[in-house]
């Protein structure tokens, strides 16, 4: 038997004994890696302290980067929900991005428990947000006296029934001026792009509340460069950002998000500093620009145990741009996008209108209750496309808390899929189910005899 016949079948114990030291490392590590790896929820969850004490199902998606996929694209409630369909993970399922730990909940009653407990009162900062000031601001203000403050002013000064109704003749002027746009680049064009006309317009109702004036968006204008500061705010907190799951990558800011978040919060310090300035210098004993109080008028009149500071008011009030302008625009687009598509609901509505308002005049805030199908349209486009389906309900766990038997650590982002209670076939909310005549559970809790046609999805 020749010596290399041999070595097939009798071990050299000499170099055995050397491949075995590298084959067992490799194993080894291995599976740790794999151990890591094909841990419920992934990298993240593996890593967890006492992770022995959890149990909650969830894939653990790519070695590393976790489900990090599933969030560059624009689809990820779907994914979830599909996710924690196949994974019996409908009540919470777990999940990792790179180093951060995730649970996500598509179950109504569960979503209510993490919503309402004050173990999960803050909201995580991405460092996008951080940097462009909304760690002072009201949605990521950590839970406190602070944040407390911030809410009860804006719910008496902002966002009561007394405040919203007086600005109801600003809102019919942007209304109107919409309305006189898109006829007219209609009758140009032949066509006209909505969404444009209602992003401006909804920029424009959001600076009328906050800051007491409107704004022409034409090149070179004031406007212009407020839309521009906008439109890059909107881009960055939308770019999924690696320093916020892998912390040794944000020591090199590889894809240069902070560097332009720091210029874009001085150009907004700028801008909105000589806002509250004019404001500052045009209030004489206590009245605003409009005669009307906007909500620099109101935050410059606190009194001192409430008083902001200038760096704080910026903040607050660049949020209130931030969030009221395309929450605002896309539930508009995908109302008339509906009504393109399902002309019956819109000539419904037409003849709502014509019976409850005629035509001589505008619509008003006064009308809107004798408009139950109208109202029905809002609740069921807001159902079908429910604004931030997953992400706006992004909560952080303050304290290791349980969710039913299931203990979830501190540190875990807890996230509820709107969009998938919104769509549970359960509830007879699925695609397949809906026609002409079937009216959902949203809105008939709104207009209980109303019969109407329900978006599909
Ligand atoms: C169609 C219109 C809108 C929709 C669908 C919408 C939706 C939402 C959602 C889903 C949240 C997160 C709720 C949560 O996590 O508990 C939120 C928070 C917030 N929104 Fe809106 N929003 C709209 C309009 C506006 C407007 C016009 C403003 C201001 C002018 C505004 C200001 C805020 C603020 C300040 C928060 C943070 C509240 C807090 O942390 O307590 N939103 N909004």
């Given at each position: 038997m020749s010596s290399e016949y041999q070595l097939l079948f009798v071990p050299d114990i000499g170099r055995w004994s050397v491949v075995s030291v590298e084959v067992v490392v490799g194993v080894v590590l291995l599976c740790v890696v794999f151990g890591f790896w094909l841990a419920p929820g992934?990298?993240?969850?593996?890593?967890?302290?006492?992770?022995?004490?959890?149990?909650?199902?969830?894939?653990?998606?790519?070695?590393?980067?976790?489900?990090?996929?599933?969030?560059?694209?624009?689809?990820?409630?779907?994914?979830?929900?599909?996710l924690a369909r196949r994974w019996d993970a409908v009540g919470l399922m777990a999940f990792s991005v790179?180093?951060?730990?995730?649970?996500?909940?598509?179950?109504?009653?569960?979503?209510?428990?993490?919503?309402?407990?004050?173990?999960?009162?803050?909201?995580?900062v991405k460092e996008?947000?951080?940097?462009?000031?909304?760690?002072?601001?009201?949605?990521?203000?950590?839970?406190?006296?602070?944040?407390?403050?911030?809410?009860?002013?804006?719910?008496?000064?902002?966002?009561?029934?007394?405040?919203?109704?007086?600005?109801?003749?600003?809102?019919?002027?942007?209304?109107?001026?919409?309305?006189?746009?898109?006829?007219?680049?209609?009758?140009?064009?032949?066509?006209?792009?909505?969404?444009?006309?209602?992003?401006?317009?909804?920029?424009?109702?959001?600076?009328?509340?906050?800051?007491?004036?409107?704004?022409?968006?034409?090149?070179?204008?004031?406007?212009?460069?407020?839309?521009?500061?906008?439109?890059?705010?909107?881009?960055?907190?939308?770019?999924f950002n690696w320093s916020d799951h892998f912390p040794l990558l944000g020591l090199l800011d590889l894809q240069g998000v902070r560097k332009r978040c720091r210029r874009l919060a001085s150009k907004v310090n700028v801008f909105v500093g000589k806002i509250i300035e004019e404001h500052r210098a045009k209030r004489v004993g206590g009245l605003s620009v409009n005669g009307v109080e906007d909500f620099v008028d109101v935050l410059?009149?606190?009194?001192?145990?409430?008083?902001?500071?200038?760096?704080?008011?910026?903040?607050?009030?660049?949020?209130?741009?931030?969030r009221g302008t395309d929450t605002v625009a896309i539930l508009l687009e995908w109302i008339l996008a509906r009504m393109v598509l399902h002309p019956e609901i819109q000539s419904k509505a037409q003849s709502e209108i014509d019976a409850m308002v005629g035509n001589s005049r505008p619509v008003s805030d006064s009308d809107i209750p004798n408009l139950p199908y109208v109202q029905s349209i809002v609740k069921e486009s807001?159902?079908?496309?429910?604004?931030?389906?997953?992400l706006s309900w992004a909560r952080l766990a303050t304290d290791d808390v349980h969710i039913g038997d299931t203990l979830v650590p501190a540190g875990t982002t807890a996230m509820v899929n709107m969009w998938a209670i919104t769509h549970d076939e359960k509830e007879g909310l699925s695609r397949e189910i809906h026609g002409v005549g079937h009216s959902s559970p949203l809105v008939g809790s709104a207009a209980p005899k109303l019969q109407m046609g329900s978006f599909p999805s």
């Open positions: 992934g990298l993240a969850w593996a890593l967890a302290k006492c992770r022995g004490r959890f149990a909650i199902p969830g894939p653990p998606g790519l070695p590393v980067t976790g489900l990090l996929h599933v969030f560059s694209g624009s689809e990820a409630h779907r994914v979830l929900a599909k790179g180093l951060t730990r995730f649970v996500v909940s598509s179950d109504p009653e569960t979503a209510k428990g993490i919503l309402s407990s004050s173990a999960f009162a803050d909201r995580p996008s947000a951080y940097e462009l000031l909304f760690h002072r601001a009201m949605g990521f203000a950590p839970y406190g006296e602070y944040w407390r403050n911030l809410r009860r002013i804006s719910a008496t000064h902002l966002f009561s029934p007394k405040r919203i109704a007086a600005f109801e003749g600003f809102r019919r002027d942007i209304c109107l001026k919409m309305v006189d746009e898109i006829r007219g680049l209609m009758v140009e064009n032949g066509e006209v792009e909505v969404k444009k006309v209602l992003h401006f317009g909804s920029l424009n109702n959001v600076m009328m509340t906050v800051f007491g004036r409107s704004y022409d968006f034409d090149e070179g204008g004031v406007g212009f460069e407020l839309e521009k500061l906008v439109r890059e705010g909107y881009e960055l907190l939308g770019t410059l009149d606190l009194e001192k145990e409430d008083k902001l500071t200038d760096s704080d008011m910026i903040a607050v009030l660049w949020e209130m741009i931030f807001l159902r079908v496309h429910p604004p931030g389906p997953l």
